[in-house]
């Protein structure tokens, strides 16, 4: 099913975002051992101002067709943010099962320094840029100084904190295990050692998140090829999957520690004692708690519990974001969903060195995304049957 | 009603000094945001009405806005039982639970809700 995949990561590239996307896709096909000219479908996703420093690019999937030259016969858009590249494959064999396409490339990227310039993120585009819009209500509530998106989950890890009493320290441990992960992997940003203290050092951004607790956006794409054609890769198939897809503004939310994880997990339905190793999206450390509940590790509420009796490095018995996450590998244009995503692949290929799993078998994967925790996209991978 | 109505029924309420909210004729559902349509039942019978602009702090997170100043971003919940994001004036930390009062600020010549912590 995935004849290759690829990275290519900078905290900052000074060439052109299609330059990067170009060499990405050179190297997820050497390794699919497929020619440009067999590829026949293209999924891919855009944020504002996020893939070459435009605003908007006119038929976005025809510039990126356009610079590969490739023809196709299946194009799909995805718009679930960092959930987008999870959906992305499971599109692509889709198309694939159903005979629209037998090689579908699946693209996700961009230059977040090109936002960074504007000192503004994706989700405040509004502020710098006029008649670009983030909810259709922004008129009575982006009037409000706030540092949107981490302000809005930290919201939801304060929340969390008053009704669970999930301190600082939880999440701070959260961070520490990851790190410890990333220090294997030299696809990460940052390996130096890390102590809880450390994490409580670092300045608080908007309480109670303390910048450690945050991803750092950096440039970078991921590629990930879907295929009917066999490769020296193993033989992997998609043994769950679910989407849940919500629509009210937070506050609106019955309960904001909830999110869409909660529904996409329930519908791709896996038994998560076969699941060896996790990836869950890790914007903040507060994403992957919330997450570890919503998928039902442990019942809402009960992290701080479920962080203190288990141990999620690699070596541990629940290993959970394996590589270190975003959060130590860098968030590429403002989407963690390819990092986890690779890390999955390496896993169950046997390719993490340094920060290997013991037999790998089946990987939970759950994206989050979209403004708000919008989206959220579950997904097992595993060897096919 | 149309969507132009509910937003320029609003801009008067808060020009008047109070809060405006939504409510659901059909399911009673109440809410702030300004749409023609009941998000919960999906009915358009909806009618604009007035706070008293009491509530509680749902949730709250302190951090520096660009001039370096410290801000209480928050989500509010109205006893009316709709909830927003807003900000609470306060020079202090405020706590989640803090009960809370209306008070409106004209920001660049319109009018918007913001709330300051009650004397107990
Ligand atoms: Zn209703």
């Known amino acids: 099913m995935i004849a290759g995949f690829a990275s290519k990561v900078h905290r900052k590239f000074d060439g052109s975002a299609f330059e990067l996307m170009a060499e990405t896709v050179d190297q997820a096909l050497e390794m699919a051992g497929i020619i440009p000219g067999e590829i026949d479908g293209l999924v891919t996703t855009f944020l504002p101002g996020v893939f070459d420093g435009n605003t908007y690019l006119h038929f976005f999937t025809n510039q990126v067709r356009q610079y590969l030259g490739l023809r196709a016969r299946y194009i799909d858009m995805l718009d679930f943010g960092g959930a987008s590249a999870l959906s992305m494959i499971y599109r692509a064999q889709k198309a694939i099962s159903a005979g629209e396409a037998s090689s579908v490339i699946c693209i996700i990227g961009g230059k977040a320094s090109e936002v960074k310039a504007l000192g503004t993120t994706v989700d405040s585009m509004d502020k710098v840029y006029d008649h670009i819009s983030i909810t259709p209500f922004d008129w009575i509530y982006r009037i409000y100084d706030s540092l949107n998106p981490v302000s809005d989950y930290a919201l939801v890890a304060a929340r969390h904190a008053k009704l669970y009493g999930t301190d600082d320290t939880v999440r701070a441990k959260l961070a520490v295990q990851q790190r410890f992960n990333g220090k294997g992997n030299d696809k990460a940003m940052y390996r130096d050692d890390l102590t809880v203290k450390d994490v409580l050092a670092s300045p608080v951004i908007s309480s109670p998140l303390h910048l450690l607790e945050i991803v750092y956006p950096v440039d970078g794409f991921h590629v990930f090829v879907v295929s009917s054609k066999h490769t020296s890769l193993r033989d992997l198939e998609i043994k769950a999957y679910g989407e849940a897809h919500w629509a009210e503004m937070p506050p609106e939310l019955p309960d904001i520690t909830i999110t869409p994880a909660k529904d996409s997990s329930r519908v791709a339905a896996f038994d998560l004692e076969r699941v060896d190793a996790f990836e869950l999206y890790d914007s903040f450390t507060t994403t992957v708690l919330l997450q570890l509940e919503d998928i039902g590790l442990v019942q809402k509420g009960q992290v701080a519990k479920f962080i203190e009796e288990h141990d999620l490095r690699y070596t541990g018995d629940i290993p959970l974001n394996t590589g270190g996450g975003s959060l130590n590998c860098g968030q590429p244009a403002y989407m963690s969903g390819g990092v986890i995503l690779e890390e999955a692949l390496l896993q169950l290929n046997d390719m993490a060195k340094g920060h290997q799993v013991k037999g790998v078998n089946n990987v939970f994967i759950n994206g989050i995304g979209g403004w708000s925790r919008s989206h959220s996209v579950s997904l097992v991978l595993g060897e096919r049957n | ?120």
Do not use: W
């Not at chain 2, 509910?6 to 702030?32: D, E, G, H, N, V």
């Open chain 2, 1 to 120: 009603m149309r969507l132009s109505e509910i937003i320029s029924s609003y801009k008067s309420t808060l020009m008047a000094k109070k809060l405006p909210f939504l409510r659901c004729r059909a399911c009673s559902y109440t809410f702030y945001y300004t749409r023609d349509i009941c998000p919960h039942c999906h009915s358009r019978d909806l009618e604009i009405m007035e706070s008293k602009g009491l509530g509680t702090v749902f949730s709250v997170t302190t951090l520096l806005n660009k001039e370096k100043q410290r801000t209480n971003y928050a989500i509010i919940e109205l006893d009316e039982g709709f909830r927003l994001y807003s900000t609470v004036i306060s020079d202090k930390p405020v706590e989640i639970g803090t009960r809370v009062s209306l008070k409106i600020l004209e920001i660049d010549g319109s009018s918007y809700p913001f709330f300051v912590a009650l004397k107990n």
